[in-house]
C-alpha cells in the first residue's frame, strides 16, 4: 500500500500518525515542497497511490481522473470544497474527513479576534512599532450582540464560549432548527443588521459562494465588524475593501481567502486583521485531525 501526506506540515507536533502508518504497513511519502501542492504536483504524484491524506490540494475532476488505483481520500480538516465528491463516488474513491478536530481551535481563534477588533489590539500594535503613541477607545464585547452565521460544531461551540461575556448570541442556519443556550434563530437579514459583531462559521458551497456581498454588507451597522475563520469564497472581499475603506462597516477580521497566499487590497486596510489560514493550527487541534485522518485511512485500507 503507497500513500502520499499532503499537508505541509504534517507530524510536526507529534510522530504519532507516522508510527500509525508504519506499525501497519504502510508506505508513506511526505509533501516535500512545505505548501499547499499545485495541481500540476498533485496530478503526477496522485497516478500510483492507495491512499491519499490530503491537505488543500486541488482534487478536481482532471486529477483524480489520473488516479489509477487510488481508494481513500483521507482530509486533515472539515472543508472537502477542494474535492470533487462527485467524481470519487464516481470513481469508487471514498471520503473522509476530520470534523470534530478543529472545533475548540476556531473558536477560541474567533474569540480572540472579536476581542482583537473591539479593543483594536492590532491597529495600536501597528501604530506603537510605527512609532505613534496613539490612543484609540475601543468597545466591550460584554452585552453585544454577536450573530453566527452557521451553527454546526463551531458556531455552537463559540456561542458557549461567548456566555461568560453576558452577549446576545443569535444565529442564521438553514438547517438547524434550535438553538444552544440562550442563543436565538433569526433571518440572515435580521442577523445582519442586528449585530455588532458578524462571524462566519459554513461551509464553501454553490450555495454560500459569496454570502456576504455588496448586498450584505450594507445591512451592517456602521461600527459592525466581519469576521471570517471559515472559508475562503464566502466573503465578496473587493466589496468589504470598499465598505471597510469608506468606513460603512468598523473592521473585519479574515483568516481564509479565495486566493491562498493573499496578496489584495485588504492589505492596504488599517481596520482589518489578516491572518495566513491558521483557524485550526494549534499543536492539540493538529495532532488530534492527523491520527484521526490516519485512523479513518487505514480503517477503511484494512
Not at 497516478?47 to 486533515?76: M, T
Not at 445582519?192 to 459583531?197: A, E, G, I, R, T
Not at 464566502?234 to 473592521?251: C, D, M, N, S, W
Not at 493538529?286 to 485522518?293: L, S, W
Amino acid at each position: 500500500m503507497k500513500v502520499f501526506i499532503g499537508t505541509s506540515s504534517f507530524a510536526s507536533f507529534n510522530n504519532e500518525p507516522l508510527r500509525m502508518l508504519e506499525d501497519s504497513g504502510i508506505q508513506y511519502e511526505l509533501n516535500p515542497h512545505g505548501k499547499t501542492l499545485t495541481e500540476a504536483q498533485i496530478f503526477k504524484k496522485i497516478e500510483d497511490l492507495d491512499g491519499l491524506v490530503a491537505g488543500l490540494e486541488p482534487l478536481n475532476k482532471k486529477v483524480l481522473g489520473n488516479a489509477r488505483k487510488l481508494k481513500v481520500i483521507s482530509r486533515v480538516g472539515v472543508g472537502l470544497d477542494t474535492i470533487d465528491l462527485k467524481e470519487a463516488e464516481r470513481r469508487k474513491i471514498r471520503v473522509e474527513n476530520t470534523p470534530d478536530g478543529p472545533t475548540e481551535a476556531v473558536a477560541e481563534l474567533t474569540i480572540g479576534l472579536i476581542i482583537d477588533l473591539l479593543r483594536k489590539i492590532s491597529v495600536h500594535d501597528r501604530k506603537v512599532k510605527g512609532g505613534l503613541w496613539v490612543k484609540m477607545p475601543g468597545n466591550l464585547l460584554n452585552k453585544k450582540t454577536v450573530g453566527i452565521i452557521g451553527f454546526g460544531r463551531i458556531g455552537k461551540r463559540l456561542s458557549a464560549l461567548l456566555e461568560p461575556f453576558q452577549a446576545s448570541v443569535i444565529f442564521y442556519d438553514p438547517y438547524v432548527t434550535e438553538g444552544t443556550g440562550n442563543s436565538i434563530k433569526v433571518e440572515l437579514d435580521y442577523l445582519l443588521k442586528s449585530s455588532d459583531v458578524v462571524t462566519l462559521h459554513l461551509p464553501y458551497t454553490e450555495e454560500t459562494n459569496g454570502i456576504i456581498n455588496n448586498e450584505k454588507l450594507a445591512l451592517m451597522k456602521k461600527t459592525a465588524f466581519l469576521i471570517n475563520v471559515s472559508r475562503g469564497g464566502l466573503v465578496e472581499e473587493e466589496a468589504l475593501y470598499r465598505f471597510l475603506k469608506e468606513g460603512e462597516i468598523a473592521g473585519a477580521a479574515m483568516d481564509t481567502f479565495a486566493q491562498e497566499p493573499y496578496h489584495g487590497d485588504l492589505c492596504k486596510c488599517e481596520n482589518v486583521t489578516l491572518t495566513p489560514h491558521v483557524g485550526s493550527f494549534t499543536q492539540e487541534s493538529r495532532q488530534q485531525m492527523e491520527i484521526e485522518a490516519v485512523r479513518n485511512l487505514l480503517n477503511y485500507l484494512k
